[in-house]
């Protein structure tokens, strides 16, 4: 696929080659997380999918906890102001370059010069874009995953927004003997939008009733618009505690379901 260069243009050497456009909806730095500070209060965060993030990272010959783009809804429109080859794996958010279709869960090549725009989704939630050499920042925590909350990680803990430029790390021109690599298509995930959750019991599941336990494993849950990286607040049948919902503060992890005093489940997620 042929690009457009910006004829008469070259770009100064120590100018970032990733231009950002447009944002998105909500666009963070991510990688596999920063572990070992939960216990001062720090979140995890990374990648909601690093499954995902990983097969594009590996796509490219990148190392697993390389830095990506995870893209919520609606993808961002980017500038690609040097050459650069990158694989775009996760929910289906219809990615075009320059005007043409990119395909899922393979390494292309961006040429100098062309865009990559996303359009309407067409399965799943987030989408990851990694690049030979992964995005750089600064390590924080040893990670650069982005965590709003607090303000932490690249581009000062902030999505992104338009203006913004993008390094990339060390080794994205090795990686061009990879454009074509592909996941095969019968080890890609389809995002359902109405998925089944397994569900194993926790340490407080004696807290609540049988009837409660039963009814969480057999009724359908509705995640709500107050959800986010840190938790999908879901809502359908309520879940009754045998007593008070009020218990002193426990660990816990990206999947652990908390249910409040108002009997309604709570999916914790990356940033919990």
Same mark, same amino acid.
């Given at each position: /696929? ?7 243009? !070259? /770009? ?6 990733? &231009? ?51 893209? !919520? ?27 043409? !279709? ?18 309407? +989704? ?24 982005? @965590? ?10 902030? #999505?992104?927004?338009?203006?913004? @430029? ?20 019968? &080890?890609?995930? &389809? ?20 009837? #409660? ?19 999908? +607040?879901? +809502?359908?049948?309520?879940? +009754? ?11 816990? !992890? ?19």
């Amino acid at each position: /696929m042929e690009g457009f260069p910006l004829c008469g243009w !070259t /770009m100064p050497p120590d100018q970032p080659p990733i &231009h950002v456009l447009r944002p998105g909806l909500f666009t963070t730095i991510q990688d596999v997380g920063r572990y070992g500070y939960q216990r001062f209060g720090v979140s995890v965060s990374g990648a909601m999918d690093c499954w995902a993030l990983m097969v594009g990272n590996r796509l490219l010959g990148n190392p697993d906890e390389a830095a990506g783009l995870e893209i !919520t809804i609606q993808g961002p429109e980017l500038l690609f102001q040097q050459s650069l080859t990158l694989a775009i794996t996760g929910a289906d958010l219809s990615p075009t370059s320059n005007g043409c !279709t990119l395909p899922m869960w393979t390494v292309v090549a961006m040429p100098a010069g062309s865009r990559l725009q996303f359009g309407m +989704r067409r399965q799943g939630a987030r989408a990851y874009i990694t690049i030979a050499g992964g995005i750089d920042g600064p390590l924080i925590l040893g990670s650069r995953s982005t @965590h709003v909350h607090s303000g932490l990680g690249s581009l000062g803990g902030r #999505a992104l927004k338009k203006g913004d @430029h993008l390094k990339v790390g060390p080794g994205g021109t090795a990686s061009a003997q990879y454009v074509g690599r592909a996941l095969p298509q019968s &080890h890609r995930p &389809h995002y359902l939008t109405s998925p089944t959750v397994r569900v194993v019991p926790g340490p407080q599941a004696d807290r609540f009733t049988k009837e #409660a336990l039963h009814v969480l494993a057999g009724s359908p849950y509705r995640v709500t618009s107050e959800s986010d990286r840190m938790g999908y +607040r879901l +809502r359908g049948v309520e879940l +009754r505690h045998r007593t008070s919902a009020d218990i002193v503060s426990d660990a816990v !992890t990206f999947g652990t379901i908390q249910v409040p005093a108002d009997r309604q489940p709570i999916l914790l997620m990356a940033d919990c």
